[in-house]
Structure formats: C-alpha cells, structure tokens
T-cell receptor, first 113, second 114 residues
Framework: AQSVAQPEDQVNVAEGNPLTVKCTYS??????LFWYVQYPNRGLQFLLKYITGDNLVKGSYGFEAEFNKSQTSFHLKKPSALVSDSALYFC???????????FGAGTTVTVRA | DSGVTQTPKHLITATGQRVTLRCSPR?????VYWYQQSLDQGLQFLIQYYNGEERAKGNILERFSAQQFPDLHSELNLSSLELGDSALYFC?????????????FGQGTRLTVV
C-alpha cells in the first residue's frame, strides 16, 4: 500500500521569506510524486511532479521540490513566498502499476504581508 | 481553467435519494478519476476509468457506482444517500492510465445531503 504524510497541518511565513512544505511517502517500488495546490472553492491545480531523473524538480509559480530517496521525502519549496501563495497544498504519490494517486492530508499555508 | 468540466456545481438532496454527478474530461484525455473530499477523511480515491473500462477501485461504497461512456464523459451515481455522503466530489482526467501522469481536476460538485 502507498501512503503520504504531511506532518504539518499549517505553515505560516512572512511574505518574502522562504517557504517549505514537508512531505514523506511510503510506496513499494519507485515512487511517482506530485504536488497540487487548492484555493478556496476551487479544484486542485497541478504544481510539479517527480518521475525519474534530477532530484530537484521545478514547477509552476516559482515552486520547486527535492526528491530524497534515502529519507523518502519530497518537500515543496519556494525561495520567496507571496501572499497569493496562501492556499492548501497536497502531496501525492503513485507508482508503476498503481493507477491511483494517494494524497496526504494537506497543509494550509498562510503567507502574511 | 483545467479543461475538466463537472456538473452540477452544487447539489442539495434528501437522505435516501439518488443523484448523478457528471464529468467531461479534458479533450484527448482517456483516463478519468473520481475523488471524494471531506473534512474528516481528506481526499479519498474512489474509482478510475480508462477508455471506458474500470482500471482501479478505491474506497468506493457499494451504494456508489460509476461509468465512462464512449464519448469519454463519466458519471458517478450515488444512491441511498446518507448525511455522511455530504462532501466535495472531484473528477480528474489524464492522458494515460499509468500513475506517472499528472491528473487535472475539475472544480468539483459540492453535495449536501439533508
């Protein structure tokens, strides 16, 4: 079975400061890892994914994530947060032969001006 | 706009009733997923179809069923509704059936059972 843990329910940062949202995963075999963002009353928007290759993945809106196999982590980062980044962030995992995405519980990010 | 269309956006119905949620995937996407989002359970995978065939099943109740039609749109049928079925139901689509492809989500159908 595959699973994702997002250890922080909430992350609060000041605008302009670095933002990190943590994610660890458990999966049999090689993982496929994803980050999505959800704004109020909206669907999930895809940010970035790691399938294979370079451990540092760059995505939309200046976000990036680093795959760490030994720590089974895939933390989302942004060097300089904006107020508009305030939203609910989900990490998700799937694997070869497993067609579904398993999501974490989500982390609410609040960026204060 | 993800290109995935879900109707209706909101639905209020009584316990014991049956409803149908509809999803039109992005143009060209063959794979459709259904998810349920609630405060207590988070995002739960329900079922996946690929080109009309069921590919994966999650924690979908026996009272719920789905199908994907030849034109690739999908419907999720919820019957004998209970208060606990109140949730946001998302449809997502992707180009392939494998797990290495990102899915694009619709804006969801908010179901309220009273």
């Amino acid at each position: 079975a595959q699973s994702v843990a997002q250890p922080e329910d909430q992350v609060n940062v000041a605008e302009g400061n670095p933002l990190t949202v943590k994610c660890t995963y458990s999966v049999s075999g090689n993982p496929y890892l994803f980050w999505y963002v959800q704004y109020p009353n909206r669907g999930l928007q895809f940010l970035l994914k790691y399938i294979t290759g370079d451990n540092l993945v760059k995505g939309s809106y200046g976000f990036e994530a680093e795959f760490n196999k030994s720590q089974t982590s895939f933390h989302l980062k942004k060097p300089s947060a904006l107020v508009s980044d305030s939203a609910l962030y989900f990490c998700a995992v799937s694997s070869a032969g497993d067609y579904k995405l398993s999501f974490g519980a989500g982390t609410t990010v609040t960026v204060r001006a | 706009d993800s290109g995935v269309t879900q109707t209706p956006k909101h639905l209020i119905t009584a316990t014991g009733q049956r409803v149908t949620l509809r999803c039109s995937p992005r143009s060209g996407d063959l794979s459709v997923y259904w998810y349920q989002q609630s405060l207590d359970q988070g995002l739960q995978f329900l079922i996946q179809y690929y080109n009309g065939e069921e590919r994966a099943k999650g924690n979908i109740l026996e009272r719920f069923s789905a199908q994907q039609f030849p034109d690739l749109h999908s419907e999720l049928n919820l019957s004998s509704l209970e208060l606990g079925d109140s949730a946001l139901y998302f449809c997502a689509s992707s180009t392939r059936q494998g797990g290495n492809t990102e899915a694009f989500f619709g804006q969801g159908t908010r179901l309220t059972v009273v």
